[in-house]
């Protein structure tokens, strides 16, 4: 499974970004498909989840500003993110869950400003 997310930017605080993470390879495999990020200096953290069946879930802190959607077609994830706060500043990461293991896409910057 191969993720390539984009989107990334900078925005005020208040605005709104959507990132997009599309899927290729063995997706037939894919259970289910994350977001996590990372600020500096900090850890990982996950952000967002969908299962193959839609059941999304989400951190607290991101609950009612993050929607994860999916688009079968062509295989794409997206994660809108509205009402940004400078805290939301991180590396954002897709990740895809088979069985087996977790494959991560490379991380696309989102930088909030004040």
């Known amino acids: 499974v191969q993720l390539q997310a984009s989107g990334g930017g900078l925005v005020q605080a208040g605005g709104s970004l959507r990132l997009s993470c599309a899927a290729s390879?063995?997706?037939?495999?894919?259970?289910?498909m994350e977001w996590y990020r990372q600020a500096p200096g900090k850890e990982r953290e996950w952000v967002a989840s969908r299962t193959g069946g839609g059941t999304t879930n989400y951190a607290d802190s991101v609950k009612g500003r993050f929607t994860i959607s999916r688009n079968n077609v062509p295989n794409t994830v997206y994660l809108q993110m509205n009402s940004l706060k400078p805290e939301d500043t991180a590396v954002y990461y897709c990740a895809a869950s088979t069985v087996a293991t977790k494959y991560w896409g490379q991380g696309t910057q989102v930088t909030v400003s004040s």
């Open positions: 390879g063995r997706i037939f495999s894919i259970n289910a």
